[in-house]
Nanobody, 125 residues
């Protein structure tokens, strides 16, 4: 298991940008594919973005494609989510996720082996 700690959440106006970071513990970070999910009260946790072991492969949900960018730095054991052109509907708790496999379709919550504690992102009008 890998331990994950998110940071970078906060309050931002619609149209603004925010970058989330997720720091992973351990020396096996590069053996995990990484992802971001988000959740709002009363709704299921939903997939946002996924990145392969080296960072060369990425996958996004349709709702964030073209606005969000996932990246990773294996030397720093960190995965990032750069969010631009934020919308009110992007408001959620964002969770960092680690998995052993790469998925060509959006991974489900059952595909995830480790979760971070979550960081709140609030987009205001």
């Amino acid at each position: 298991q890998v331990q994950l700690v998110e940071s970078g959440g906060g309050l931002v106006q619609a149209g603004g940008s925010l970058r989330l970071s997720c720091a992973a513990s351990g020396r096996t970070f590069s053996s995990y594919t990484m992802g971001w999910f988000r959740q709002t009260p009363g709704k299921e946790r939903e997939f946002v973005a996924h990145i392969g072991w080296t960072g060369s492969s990425t996958l996004y949900s349709d709702s964030v494609k073209g606005r969000f960018t996932i990246s990773r730095d294996n030397a720093k054991n960190t995965v990032y989510l750069q969010m631009k052109s934020l919308k009110l509907e992007d408001t959620a708790v964002y969770y960092c996720a680690a998995a052993r496999n790469w998925y060509v379709r959006p991974p489900s919550v059952t595909d995830i082996g480790s979760w971070g504690q979550g960081t709140q992102v609030t987009v205001s009008s």
